[in-house]
């Protein structure tokens, strides 16, 4: 590479690639390349079953469904693709801390805006290509060469979803600024990846007449001339996929002109958030302290809840992570209060992501604490604070499974009850492995607890497993509950052993 002269868009982008490669792996990076050749090896083989057989299926009923199905799929990995690109767009913009360097150095602003959209092209688009690129393979030895088209597609649509992500951030920051643009960017990636699932799962949310409603109309609108039939527009993306040319074109000029057109207008704009962030981010406003709020509540337990809340809300990053759990939680709401014979298939489920929830919750309140000095000097129990702190993430979840508890109350008590043990259960095994292993963490940061504690993350995920499977004891299976016991006590126990340390110097490790 040594004919990249620094300083220019291909010098520039090579560094991008660099610090994303860098992020991807860390220290486990071979760890990581040898078993995702062991996955992209499965996939190539899973890839070449499919095409081995598609001939065979081509002229059944299921075939003739087959195109909208893919469809129906690549629609959504592309709201996966345009979500992860409005927050790569966030971070490229807010985050990195070092576009202020960049604007200042000799380097057309252009220049770096374009290569900054490009690195979020590049990484929206690494999971379709670890997925779709073995269909490319697979296609050359079994007779399909046109599927090499995904490489175009694939860049193209790279392109796109970059384009809408940079534009959306740009478009909050003129409207909104760019301090309540981030808040408002972060909420709206984590809706964008949620809405396609949702709305798959509409058709299990809504009643019985509406469900026969929508596949009537489903069954209409894919007939030739319907919006859902072989010959759509919208499954033009997945046609251009498999070598059509006019698709294949029309993907390519939307891609590469949408990612132009968007840089060459919004560049200017970007200068200014970028400006607009770095200022705003390091002034705050003062107040005197004859005008601060008076308004501290007396008792130790009422004040740390009330503290641990108002940091949650105020925490743009963490009310756009958590939020998507909550969204993926609202669908099995649904099917509870449908008041049908499926509480027993729900529970299981309703115990893993309440789990998974008080779990990142837990880590924010006690492994994240912004200030962990001053908890640790004060003149209260560390342990004591710790139990308060895991008490504000576990309340606010037990709230929102509490309507449905009621509800299954008054139809299916017995399952009532088991929903509330195995989830208070699963809620309590994920406080407890931060309690008793607590761990120093950086709140800005939360994707990365799962990469610097990936063991109790482990410990984590086997307790809410363990209640999940209690629960699916307790349905008429319990020659298997020792087991299921085992394996949820298991989480924390390994947790208590391994900070023995940590909490005997009742300091973070």
């Not at 409005?86 to 202020?100: E, I, K, M, P, Q």
């Amino acid at each position: 590479m040594k004919s990249l002269k620094a300083g220019n868009w291909l010098w520039l982008l090579r560094h991008e690639i660099r610090l994303a490669w860098r992020n991807i792996g860390g220290k486990r990076i071979w760890f990581l390349l040898i078993a995702g050749g062991v996955l992209w090896a499965f996939v190539h083989f899973a890839a070449w079953r499919v095409l081995h057989v598609d001939r065979k299926i081509s002229n059944t009923e299921f075939g003739s469904m087959l195109l909208p199905i893919s469809g129906g799929v690549f629609w959504l990995f592309f709201s996966i693709m345009v979500s992860q690109a409005t927050a790569h767009a966030v971070s490229a913009l807010f985050d990195r801390g070092d576009l202020d360097l960049l604007l200042s150095s000799p380097l057309s602003q252009r220049a770096i805006f374009t290569v900054r959209g490009l690195g979020i092209a590049i990484a929206a688009c690494t999971l379709p290509l670890l997925l779709l690129l073995p269909f490319a393979h697979a296609g050359v030895v079994t007779g399909h060469p046109g599927l090499l088209a995904i490489y175009p597609v694939i860049a193209a649509l790279g392109l796109t979803t970059a384009a809408i992500g940079l534009l959306l951030t740009m478009t909050l920051v003129r409207m909104f600024g760019a301090r309540r643009a981030k808040t408002l960017t972060q909420i709206l990636a984590a809706l964008i990846g949620a809405a396609f699932f949702l709305f798959f799962q509409l058709q299990n949310i809504v009643s019985r007449d509406k469900q026969v409603v929508i596949a009537t109309w489903m069954k209409h609108e894919t007939q030739p001339g319907g919006w859902l039939s072989a010959e759509s527009i919208l499954w033009w993306p997945v046609r251009a996929m498999l070598g059509e040319f006019l698709p294949l074109l029309a993907v390519i000029i939307l891609g590469v002109g949408g990612f132009w057109l968007v840089v060459n207008l919004t560049f200017r704009r970007f200068v200014h958030g970028t400006q607009e962030s770095m200022s705003g981010g390091s002034t705050r406003s003062r107040i005197s302290a004859s005008n601060m709020p008076h308004n501290f509540r007396s008792g130790l337990i009422l004040n740390l809840l009330v503290k641990e809340w108002k940091l949650i809300i105020r925490d743009p990053q963490i009310i756009s992570q958590t939020l998507l759990q909550i969204l993926y939680l609202l669908p099995l709401l649904f099917l509870g209060f449908q008041g049908e014979r499926s509480a027993w298939l729900l529970i299981p489920g309703f115990v893993m992501i309440t789990s998974m929830l008080t779990g990142n919750l837990t880590w924010l309140t006690i492994a994240a604490d912004d200030a962990p000095e001053m908890i640790g000097t004060a003149p209260v129990a560390i342990n004591r604070v710790r139990w308060i702190k895991a008490a504000a993430a576990v309340m606010p979840v037990l709230a929102l499974l509490l309507p449905l508890v009621l509800y299954w109350l008054t139809r299916d008590a017995y399952a009532a009850l088991v929903l509330v043990f195995c989830s208070v259960g699963g809620m309590l095994s994920a406080a407890l492995c931060q309690i008793w292993n607590p761990r120093q963490g950086n709140r800005r940061d939360m994707k990365k607890r799962y990469q610097e504690s990936g063991l109790l993350n482990i410990l984590e995920a086997l307790g809410s497993m363990g209640w999940a499977a209690v629960a699916v004891c307790m349905n008429g299976h319990w020659p298997w509950m020792p087991l299921a016991v085992s394996a949820a006590l298991l989480g924390p126990g390994t947790a208590w052993l391994l900070g023995r340390g940590v909490r005997a110097r009742g300091a973070f490790e």
